[in-house]
């Protein structure tokens, strides 16, 4: 089965770093995703991570251990633009199993 | 390049109706998959299909049923509507839908009244 956990919401101030974790238990993982969606809007690709380490582009960057079952999104010099819903997701058999997602609102 | 194109925007129903859902997926993506999402739930997994193939299901009830055409359009139908169904259903396209960055449409908001 798939359960993905994530935080609920994180606020941060404009130009700092926030860092979102994720933790899955599933079967047959092939990798992980992060989208973003601000709302009202359809989600938007971000990140995929298959193997262990860190993926870097540009301000954000996404990383996955397998052996812990555990991925982050790292946000870099926020702006205000970054205020939305970041989902993480578990791809397996030409699916995604989505955390509930974590609401990131970014202060002046 | 047109990007995943879903319609309607809105529709409002009432309980025991049916409904239609249409996805054009972008011009060579052949796996179209569909999500449901609500406040409560977040986005749940459908079903996919590729090459007028369901590939999986999600654990919806068989109200929920899907197709995909030749040209890779795909349709949701959702049959004697009730309250719980309200909610924004999105449509992502792929080109092999496996492992692949997902691209997905602007959704369908759907009220059961």
């Known amino acids: 089965g798939q359960n993905i956990d994530q935080p609920t919401e994180m606020t941060a101030t404009e130009g700092a770093i926030v860092q979102i974790n994720c933790t899955y238990q599933t079967s047959g993982f092939n990798g992980l995703f992060w989208y973003q969606q601000h709302a009202g809007e359809a989600p938007t690709f971000l990140s995929y991570?298959?193997?262990?380490g860190l993926e870097e582009k540009g301000r954000f960057s996404s990383f996955l251990s397998r052996s812990k079952g555990y991925s982050y999104l790292l946000l870099k010099e926020l702006q205000m633009k970054d205020s939305a819903s970041y989902l993480c997701?578990?791809?397996?058999?030409?699916?995604?199993?989505f955390g509930a997602g974590t609401t990131v609102t970014v202060r002046a | 390049k047109a990007g995943v194109t879903q319609t309607p925007r809105y529709l409002i129903k009432t309980r025991g109706q049916q409904v239609t859902l249409s996805c054009s997926p972008i011009s060579g993506h052949r796996s179209v998959s569909w999500y449901q999402q609500t406040p409560g739930q977040g986005l749940q997994f459908l079903f996919e299909y590729f090459s007028e193939t369901q590939r999986n299901k999600g654990n919806f009830p068989g109200r929920f049923s899907g197709r995909q055409f030749s040209n890779s359009r795909s349709e949701m139908n959702v049959s004697t509507l009730e309250l719980g169904d309200s909610a924004l259903y999105l449509c992502?396209?792929?080109?092999?839908?496996?492992?692949?960055?997902?691209?997905f449409g602007s959704g369908t908001q759907l009220s059961v009244l």
């Open positions: 991570n298959v193997l262990d």
């Open positions: 997701a578990s791809s397996n058999d030409y699916k995604l199993s």
């Open positions: 992502a396209s792929g080109m092999t839908g496996e492992n692949e960055k997902l691209f």
